[in-house]
């Protein structure tokens, strides 16, 4: 489990034979889960500076790797009594998110981005979302996409620094808007479930 806050930028040493080998001031042990870019990988291999992890052809296959080199964003898993900061986030990309477009407000700068749509009703107005393993707000949902307000010191201290229209992003929905909305579906012979108001109005209840 993690909570969507960067640790640090690991700067990235290779990536051979489904095997990424990274140095940062963490010293993981061999065995520990730690995220990168948002995707819950296990480390393999350290040595007196770096550290491995290995991508299997799935991940590869899920994942935005043209974002894996340079430098990636590094959360540890979260440990027993940790400060809990951010949501909470499994570590399972769900699919690839696009970046839109890009528009500067003077203190902060919007990033729209589209998803595929049957992710789409896991993105909830002012929920939470996780790009390349960053915990975000939802500003605005749109058909097939929504909208990110980024402040200065989370645009320099990440790859949203580096992000341009087409840039393709790891992202992770809200774990508890999915089980929500799949406790919530419609069943088979009913042609309408609960909507978010409708769920809103039952947790006021509570």
């Not at 909208?147 to 320099?156: A, F, N, Q, S």
Request: with cysteine; hydrophobic share 40%.
């Amino acid at each position: 489990m993690f909570t969507g806050l960067i640790r640090e930028m690991a700067k990235v040493v290779s990536f051979k034979n489904n095997f990424l080998t990274l140095t940062a001031i963490y010293n993981p042990k061999i065995g520990d889960s730690i995220a990168i870019n948002g995707a819950c990988l296990t480390v393999v291999k350290v040595t007196s500076d770096t550290f491995t992890v290995e991508l299997s052809p799935e991940s590869q296959k899920i994942l935005a790797m043209e974002n894996y080199k340079n430098e990636v964003h590094m959360e540890p898993a979260m440990m027993m009594g940790d400060r809990f900061e951010g949501h909470i986030v499994q570590g399972h990309v769900d699919c690839l998110g696009t970046i839109k477009s890009i528009k500067s407000n003077g203190n902060s700068t919007d990033f729209f981005i589209s998803l595929p749509s049957e992710y789409s009703k896991y993105i909830i107005p002012k929920g939470s979302v996780t790009i390349d393993g960053v915990s975000l707000t939802v500003n605005e949902v749109m058909e097939d996409s929504f909208r990110l307000t980024i402040i200065p010191h989370t645009v320099k201290n990440t790859l949203f620094k580096n992000y341009k229209v087409g840039t393709k992003v790891n992202l992770e929905t809200d774990m508890f808007a999915r089980y929500i909305y799949n406790m919530f579906k419609p069943a088979k012979n009913k042609k309408e479930g609960l909507s978010w108001s409708d769920v809103d109005k039952i947790m006021a209840n509570y």
